[in-house]
């Protein structure tokens, strides 16, 4: 339980944050345009890749005492990047436009290629997903598929949230000010991750 926590933490940690993928889902939520499509693709494939994550590179790197050193520090010195990115943003701040009418429609099709592009042709969603939910994965050992379905958990909440929540947020989520606060938080958490993977024994 305590790993599937862990997992649900990473990856919010990762996946709260200003990107294509999300303000594309905000953009939809906002514009009321086929957000439950849009949301459920979304996590079906984070699912995926997660799942590709923990179970292929987890089983490579319980196999080889070397790789999980190598995972180790080059997951913390990602994750470091990723932190002061998001501290770059929430100092200097990030304008973030989001319509709230499309001139035409999204047809449904149209809604499924954006979404699959902005998702599958994203190389920071395989680093995320398969490179670093797999190589934390690992690190719990036999209940690193706790700590995926916790990952997972996170990443569908997440979206569905995001979808739905957004027409209710849209004055919030048009101050810049509001973005600064989210980036902090995924700094912080960010910081604190590196440094566990750091330390780690």
Same mark, same amino acid.
């Given at each position: 339980?305590? +790993?599937?926590?862990?997992?649900?933490?990473? /990856?919010?940690?990762?996946?709260?944050? *200003?990107?294509?993928?999300?303000?594309? *889902?905000?953009?939809?939520?906002?514009?009321?345009? =086929?957000? /439950?499509?849009?949301? %459920?693709?979304?996590?079906?494939?984070?699912? @995926?890749?997660? +799942?590709?994550?923990?179970? %292929?590179?987890?089983?490579?790197?319980? +196999?080889?005492?070397?790789?999980?050193?190598?995972?180790?520090?080059?997951?913390?010195? *990602?994750?470091?990047?990723?932190?002061?990115?998001?501290? =770059?943003?929430?100092?200097?701040?990030?304008?973030? *436009?989001?319509?709230?009418?499309?001139?035409?429609?999204?047809? @449904? /099709?149209?809604?499924?290629?954006?979404?699959?592009?902005?998702?599958?042709?994203?190389? =920071?969603?395989?680093?995320?997903?398969?490179?670093?939910?797999?190589?934390?994965?690992?690190? =719990? %050992?036999?209940?690193?598929?706790?700590?995926?379905?916790?990952?997972?958990?996170? +990443?569908?909440?997440?979206?569905?949230? &995001?979808?739905? %929540?957004?027409?209710? &947020?849209?004055?919030?989520?048009?101050?810049?000010?509001?973005?600064?606060?989210?980036?902090?938080? @995924?700094?912080?958490?960010?910081?604190?991750?590196?440094?566990?993977?750091?330390?780690?024994?």
């Amino acid at each position: 339980m305590l +790993s599937a926590l862990a997992g649900m933490a990473f /990856g919010l940690s990762l996946i709260v944050a *200003v990107g294509a993928q999300n303000i594309f *889902v905000l953009r939809q939520g906002l514009r009321r345009e =086929h957000v /439950g499509l849009v949301a %459920g693709i979304c996590a079906a494939s984070d699912f @995926v890749l997660i +799942s590709a994550g923990v179970g %292929g590179l987890g089983a490579l790197i319980q +196999s080889a005492p070397l790789v999980v050193e190598i995972a180790r520090w080059a997951g913390a010195a *990602v994750v470091l990047v990723y932190g002061g990115m998001a501290a =770059h943003r929430a100092v200097n701040g990030q304008r973030v *436009v989001m319509g709230r009418h499309s001139v035409t429609d999204r047809t @449904v /099709g149209a809604a499924v290629a954006t979404t699959l592009a902005l998702t599958w042709l994203n190389p =920071h969603v395989y680093l995320d997903t398969v490179v670093l939910v797999g190589g934390l994965a690992a690190t =719990h %050992g036999d209940d690193r598929w706790w700590f995926g379905l916790g990952a997972c958990v996170a +990443s569908a909440a997440w979206f569905v949230a &995001l979808a739905y %929540g957004a027409r209710y &947020l849209a004055p919030l989520l048009e101050k810049p000010g509001a973005w600064r606060v989210l980036d902090t938080v @995924v700094a912080a958490t960010m910081l604190v991750v590196a440094v566990s993977l750091i330390f780690a024994t």
